[in-house]
């Protein structure tokens, strides 16, 4: 079977060219729609990637119940009470309580996600998960694929702020079966505020640094059509030379209910433009670049006895990067910027329907990637203006496609709970044929609050553009990366009485193919390799507890705690010095206390933090390595909050440690931030 359908397939995947128009991605696109609608025409599906469906709503005052709410983690809605995989949810209440002003340090209180910042604030941050690396995160905007294919760094080019995300759903762990290539680690969804109802909101906040943001959003609807319209505009002096910026949001999404189903539109724009001291080399400390992100997505969801969800989607995205910005001193070497532009479209279907025999969903995506820029991919016959830009031009060009076939069934008999699928494959420009990836999730409720849980995963990332090309003084792609492997078993026990939730469980993974930057003792330049294998060990610890359950009377709220402890080892040659493969957390520790302040909505949220880093930079100011040190963070924010307005005053880095998360990038001392949000109507 799988030999006819490589044969059906092969040399009809294959992208045959890509204009240099700005709608080029949908017309190279149509051959691929055309063949993946026959293929899954077969299946009968119809809809694609169910959303990490809707989960907990809760806040500081009310202890959350998930067993009658569905999670993330298959590609059918799954209740709580029959999830096999860990979901981590951080809520709309959460995000209000945490002393938090992006969507970075938003992540960083998530177990196992590990989070790099280089900029203040969520200007450029690396997400990577239980020790993988930043490439290895699918990131998702309301269930839409938006991963960037350029490199990992532009993952979180989100074109929202934080005030529009009304939860964000972390599926730990490998997810290729469920979203395909590139969920290889884990995948992150940021759900925004519904379209329904009326409503204004506006915030202020100001701080140290020349701080500032202001942000609106309405929501109007009018019987069956609802709108959300969202603007942010922010930014700051920075922390040290050459770290300011300036970032601009805008997000609109509309919602028309026709019956039982529902259209739904997104459509999005993120500028960012930042100073970027010593963000890839301390060597050169005047670096700066400017990002521009744009965004669309159209789906539709049905309420029938068959569940569809059919999407069309299309995300493009600048990147003008100055090794020595506008003003300072350039020497004779330099060449000028480095311009980039990415495409992605892709049309996905996903359709579940449940029977006697469980539930079953089919689907399916087709996705389409390229990219245009002076410095990745193969050469151009011509060369391409850069658009929006005064100077520069293309002169490299590549792309590639993607099919990706889904199918999952899922089996509930009593307190065991059986969900077993696949990922069939074909990537061109790969090397590879059609390939199966399988997936299975167990668990069994041991006693009414007890459960227990495993899964074996089989997960795959393609080399990003990055990987594949880029070429500078201290690095060189590799045009000849194969995809990247992982097989992964974890297991895990949830304990869930009256007032607490305790989850503890641990992975281990076998990476194949891994893709990494290094080098052999004697050479000066990284080099992108496939490493023939990396082992992967992991024990996660998560708490929650509800103190008002003990002390009703008294000031303590809520008590949160996570611990996650990553080990790997590389099989490599001798002597071989890894960039990034080695360069994880190996210990990170989350500690969160909310607690009243003696007035009816006056309360405060601590949050201490201990990162232990495994690996090291090399200084270059000795030329020698420095092994990362441990350090600890606090972070406090008061809150004063009524029916319709609050106002909060935050400290990020309480104790002003000095400290450094990504090679010698010293990040942000004491920090403070006030600010202010109202709601119309209450």
Known sequence: MKKKLFSALKGLVYFKQWKHTGYAVFASLRREVR????????????????????????????????????????????????????????????????????????LRMAASVDVRERGPLGM????????????QVMILLNGVNITDPQTGHHALNLPVDLASIDRVEVLQGPAARVYGPNAFNGAINFITTEAKGQGVEVSLQGGSHALYSTSASVRAQSGALGHYLAVQKGGSDGYRANTDFDLLNLFYSGQLKLGSDKLLLQLGYNEKDFGANSFYSATYPN?????????GALSMESGGRIKLRPTVYWRRHHDRFELFRKGYERPDWYQGHNYHMTDVAG???????????????????????????????????????????????????????????????????????????????????SGYGLDWFPGVDVSYWLLPELK?????????????????????????????????????VETSFRWRPRTADVQLGGFYRVGKNMIDWGRQPGEDKYTTSNINRVEALGLELAAQVDLRGWWSEGPLQDLRA?????????????????????????????????????????????????????????????????????????DVRVRYARSWWQVYAEVTNLADVRYADLGELEQPGRWFKVGLRCRFPR
């Open 35 to 106: 063949i993946g609608a026959l293929v899954l025409s077969y299946f009968t599906c119809l809809g694609y990637l169910s959303t990490f469906a809707a989960t907990e709503t809760d806040s500081i005052n009310t202890k959350i119940r998930l067993d009658e709410v569905e999670v993330a983690g298959r590609r059918a809605p799954t209740l709580y009470a029959e999830a096999g995989r860990v979901v981590t949810v951080l809520s709309r209440a959460q995000i209000e309580s945490m002393p938090v002003q992006s969507v970075p340090e938003l």
């Open 124 to 135: 450029q941050a690396d997400v990577s998960m239980r020790g993988g690396s930043f490439d």
């Open 287 to 295: 670096q700066f670049e400017a990002t521009r992100t744009l965004f």
């Open 347 to 429: 049309a996905s279907v996903n359709a579940s329907t449940s029977w006697a025999a469980g539930t079953t969903s089919l689907g399916g995506e087709v996705r389409g990637e390229a990219v245009w820029s002076n410095v990745l991919g193969l050469p151009m016959d011509a060369p391409m203006e850069v658009p929006g830009e005064p100077e520069g031009q293309f002169t490299r060009h590549f792309h590639r496609g993607n099919i990706s076939i889904f199918a999952e069934h899922n089996v509930l008999l009593g307190r065991f709970n059986l969900s077993g699928g696949v990922l069939l494959n074909r990537a061109s420009q």
């Open 452 to 488: 227990w849980m495993a899964s074996y995963n089989h997960s795959l990332r393609l080399p990003t553009f990055t990987d594949l090309f880029y070429s500078g003084p201290t690095n060189q792609g590799n045009p000849n990366l194969q995809p990247e492997e992982a097989r992964t």
């Open 562 to 634: 996570t611990y996650a402890y990553v080990w790997q080892d590389l099989e490599a040659r001798d002597g071989y010095e890894s960039y990034y493969v080695l360069d994880h957390l190996r210990n990170k520790l989350n500690v969160s206390l909310a607690h009243s302040l003696g007035l009816p909505g006056l309360s405060a949220q601590w949050n201490v933090q201990w990162r232990d880093r495994e690996g090291f930079y090399r200084s270059s100011l000795t030329g020698s390595d420095v092994a990362y040190s441990p350090f600890w963070l606090t």
